[in-house]
């Protein structure tokens, strides 16, 4: 009947609005789980470190550490007085915050709790506009050294060579930085508060300031099928002026740490201090090689404590000392992998005694020599700038290498450090060789 057919097409119409209405809700589900899971926060955990981003990747935390356990035993020393212990030692513990706030800004927080104390070495927020332009403001290593640049979990030797001696180690200031030719060649500048050699900033104590500038190439990056696509080479100059009260020079130490040439403790820099660094390298498959000077002009002045303070006198004696260093370093990887600057070789197969497997092998030798300017012998009594007699005017050293890549994240190392010294003429000393044995354990993640 009529009345029966209306009663039909209504239920229809009815059920055909519940099912819209499932549908949507349905819909709404799966848009709000859609949403969620957009706004989620992303955590990972690997051999690169524990991070925590958001889901669009523009605020981040990536948590890393790294542990070193050394040992160092001395078989000949330079002298019948020198007396350093053999040991153990944890060389470096440092974990490290950093990531990013936005799109365009970063930050890094590394502290070391080594030698029972606690120090910041890195502490600075970045802004960076796009490849070719970054500024960097805070506490971070100055951009000199080739050597220095390079991360310490990735060293080829258990201590950096000579020439980082002579170079910045961290500075706290403004640097800008960036990338043309699609990589080709980069540029840091920097303006510091100016490290002394070897040093870092960590209380400003004088109006002088450091301009540091470098240029590094990389002339066939992009060429993929070129031999020369692993070659890179460039030059590093500072330029600044210190004064007396920027406290001691620090002393030279061999590639054991052992010191072998130090200042009188009354000498003072004052006045300019300029440091120039030719550098390159060169990596093809399992080979490398790198290579640098350093030559580091500075001007002296021997002081005397009146009140407890370095003071400048009628009597004080002033001159300008050229220091100068220079190191090879070649390495072999004995497993294949691929070696690079700054990059530890990624095991194929990671160290596991049941699969009989043995991570990866690399073999490093290295040629360096630091030679002090002769003038700082020269003189007598309170004028002389160091002793002729208990302090070396030129060190060479030559070293070996094994490391052991057990997986990514663990390293092995075992160093043989040989060197022997140069006195100035007129001395009464003849230093025997040096000879250690320096092994470190590391683990990084």
């Not at 020439?163 to 060649?185: H, I």
């Not at 692993?230 to 740490?257: K, P």
């Not at 497993?335 to 530890?344: F, V």
């Not at 092995?412 to 092994?439: I, K, P, R, Y």
Request: charged share 20%; aromatic share 12%.
């Amino acid at each position: 009947s009529p009345d029966d057919v209306a009663a039909l097409r209504e239920q229809i119409r009815l059920l055909d609005q519940k099912l819209k209405v499932l549908e949507r809700n349905i819909e709404i589900k799966d848009e709000t789980a859609t949403a969620a899971a957009k706004a989620a926060p992303v955590i990972t955990a690997g051999p690169g470190g524990f991070i925590l981003a958001s889901a669009d990747k523009k605020f981040s935390l990536r948590i890393r550490g790294n542990i070193q356990a050394d040992a160092r035993y001395y078989i000949d020393e330079k002298s019948d007085t020198a007396d350093n212990p053999d040991s153990f030692l944890l060389r470096r513990i440092r974990p490290s915050f950093e990531g990013n706030v936005g799109e365009k800004f970063g930050y890094r927080i590394l502290v070391d709790f080594a030698n029972n104390g606690v120090q910041l070495l890195d502490a600075y927020g970045t802004y960076k506009q796009n490849d070719a332009f970054t500024l960097l403001f805070g506490k971070a290593k100055s951009p000199f050294d080739l050597e220095r640049l390079v991360s310490q979990t990735n060293l080829l030797f258990i201590e950096r060579s000579y020439p980082t001696l002579l170079g910045p180690n961290r500075d706290t200031g403004v640097q800008a930085s960036g990338d043309f030719l699609q990589g080709r060649l980069s540029y840091q500048t920097a303006f510091l508060d100016g490290a002394s050699d070897g040093g870092s900033v960590e209380t400003d104590s004088n109006d002088g300031k450091d301009a540091v500038v470098r240029l590094f190439t990389h002339p066939f990056k992009n060429n993929e099928d070129s031999f020369l696509k692993g070659l890179g080479f460039g030059a590093a100059y500072s330029q600044g002026t210190r004064e007396v009260g920027s406290g001691a020079i620090r002393a030279y130490t061999t590639n054991a740490q052992v010191p072998f040439f130090q200042y009188n403790g009354t000498v003072r820099p004052d006045g300019d201090h300029t440091r120039f660094s030719p550098q390159a390298y060169f990596y093809k498959g399992a080979f490398g090689i790198l290579a640098s000077y350093t030559e580091s002009d500075q001007e002296l002045v021997t002081t005397t404590v009146v009140g407890g303070v370095n003071t400048i006198t009628p009597a004080s004696r002033r001159g300008d000392f050229a220091t100068k260093a220079w190191a090879v370093t070649a390495n072999y990887v004995l497993t294949g992998e691929e070696t690079g600057y700054n990059t530890n070789p990624k095991p194929r197969q990671d160290f596991n005694l049941s699969a009989g497997t043995w991570g990866a092998w690399e073999v490093a030798v290295r040629a360096s020599q630091l030679t002090v300017d002769s003038a700082a012998f020269e003189g007598a009594g309170s004028g002389v700038f160091a002793n002729r007699n208990t302090q070396a005017e030129s060190v060479d050293s030559y070293s070996l290498g094994l490391n052991w890549y057990l997986n990514r994240n663990v390293k092995a190392s075992l160093n043989f450090e040989h060197s022997s010294f140069d006195t100035a003429s007129g001395s009464t000393s003849d230093f025997d060789d040096e000879l250690a044995v320096l092994s470190r354990v590391q683990f990084s993640f």
